[in-house]
């Protein structure tokens, strides 16, 4: 039976799969792991490791039951993932895990694995040789720095030998920092780009091709700025790949587009050479000083001047808002409310979020807003009518539940680049 376990489950699928890319790469025979998202077949199989990877939301559903179990039957078990990046200690002490892995995880990865395969599968001094780890030796918490991979485009973005795909991460990094966003403090300020001959090969294995970006119309530029010549190219390359039978899915699920790229000449690119007539963008909210707070940059005409753009063009606009941001008044919710239903009146759609404080970003000790009467009738009529998506009544619970674990475990976050200080 494979001594390692990974532990698949839908939200760390697109994670795990490129993983398992980059080890296999560097020389790891996949054959060696139990790749499944059944934990029945894990405790069956006994593995003496095994590797998870979540979020932070996710530590009060099963996670605590299944580390339970894991550590009566003896397996080492390793936690990657947002919240062990930006809480390790939490992830050890409160969670029991036996070693976090801090950082970008391609090359972290390989070295973790063969180390342990070398040493017995236990916790020895080599470890503290491997950057982008914490775990406890001798009753000492060791931190041994955090794992960057500046040319993550060396390493594939699925397996070869295991039949597994998502979709390809293009585009790391996110200079905007905006406070309530993890991706820019975990994954870097500066954006890194896949090179276009990767994208297009690694493309053919997918029958619609879809890409992970945190600005999909910003391929190509150090991020805040438009270079349309290369995200022309890019596009230009994958239509060999369309006229085969392939789909192009550009700025939409699982990514979007910031509002100010949203311009004649990039949705007039998406109408020659994409699929998709619908756009995902974030406004967040319909006040410029709310904008301003969480460092957004953008400001709400450009939010108006984006969704009029893709109408004009044939796109339905998608926009995402969060409500009860920390510090929004009654007179800030109104605003949003009116964005709202501009938005809605000309045959676009809302996505609705509520404010959760996440660990490792400035806004993690945070607390947000009430919401107002008038937002709590409206969200829930406009939902009733089906004009608004959105999980905000869930994540209201949810977000106290963040509150609580920050006013009870709170940690200095690791970041990949400048420390992160708190913007409350």
């Given amino acids: 039976m494979p001594e390692i376990a990974v532990r698949m489950t839908r939200r760390n699928h697109n994670a795990f799969v490129h993983l398992l890319g980059a080890l296999e790469s560097q020389g790891f025979d996949l054959s060696e792991l139990l790749i499944t998202k059944n934990f029945e077949e894990i405790l069956r199989a006994k593995p003496k490791v095994v590797l998870y990877s979540f979020f932070t939301e996710e530590i009060w559903g099963s996670l605590r039951e299944e580390v339970k179990l894991l550590k009566e039957r003896g397996a080492l078990l390793i936690a990657g993932g947002y919240h062990a990046i930006a809480m390790p200690k939490h992830t050890l002490n409160q969670l029991g895990f036996d070693i976090a892995a801090i950082g970008e995880g391609e090359e972290l990865i390989y070295q973790l694995l063969t180390t342990l395969k070398r040493t017995g599968y236990r916790i020895t001094k080599e470890l503290a040789e491997i950057r982008g780890l914490a775990f406890y030796l001798n009753g000492e918490f060791i931190f041994t720095g955090f794992a960057k991979v500046e040319d993550f485009w060396r390493f594939p973005p699925y397996p070869e030998s295991v039949r597994l795909i998502s979709?390809?991460?293009i585009t790391r990094g996110c200079p905007f920092g905006c406070y309530y966003c993890q991706t820019p403090y975990i994954k870097g300020l500066r954006m890194r780009h896949r090179p276009i001959d990767q994208?297009?090969?690694?493309?053919?294995?997918?029958?619609?091709?879809?890409?992970?970006?945190?600005n999909a119309f910003a391929y190509g530029s150090p991020g805040a700025i438009l270079k349309l010549n290369k995200l022309e190219a890019l596009l230009r390359a994958l239509q060999p790949l369309r006229k085969e039978g392939r789909r192009l899915f550009y700025g939409t699920f699982p990514s979007e587009v910031r509002p100010e790229f949203v311009l004649p000449e990039t949705l007039e690119l998406l109408i020659d050479y994409?699929?998709?007539?619908?756009?995902?963008i974030g406004a967040q909210s319909g006040d410029d000083a709310m904008l301003r707070a969480m460092h957004r940059i953008h400001k709400v005409e450009h939010v108006q001047r984006a969704v009029e753009y893709m109408l004009e063009y044939g796109f339905e606009p998608v926009v995402d808002f969060i409500v009860g941001?920390?510090?929004?008044?009654?007179?800030?919710?109104?605003?949003?409310?009116?964005?709202?239903?501009?938005?809605?009146a000309r045959g676009g759609k809302v996505r609705a979020h509520y404010f959760m404080p996440l660990p490792g970003t400035p806004w993690s000790r945070c607390k947000p807003s009430p919401l107002s009467e008038e937002m709590k009738?409206?969200?829930?009529?406009?939902?009733?009518?089906?004009?608004?998506e959105g999980s905000w009544g869930n994540q209201i619970e949810l977000s106290r539940k963040l509150q609580k674990l920050m006013d009870e475990f709170y940690e200095e976050p690791m970041s990949h680049s400048l420390p992160v200080r708190s913007a409350c």
């Fill in 377 to 388: 009738k409206f969200l829930g009529r406009m939902a009733a009518k089906g004009k608004i």
């Fill in 274 to 280: 994409a699929d998709n007539r619908r756009l995902a």
């Fill in 199 to 214: 994208i297009v090969k690694y493309s053919r294995r997918m029958k619609d091709m879809r890409y992970i970006t945190p």
């Fill in 167 to 169: 979709p390809i991460e």
């Fill in 325 to 344: 941001l920390p510090n929004e008044t009654e007179e800030s919710q109104r605003k949003s409310i009116q964005l709202m239903k501009w938005i809605m």
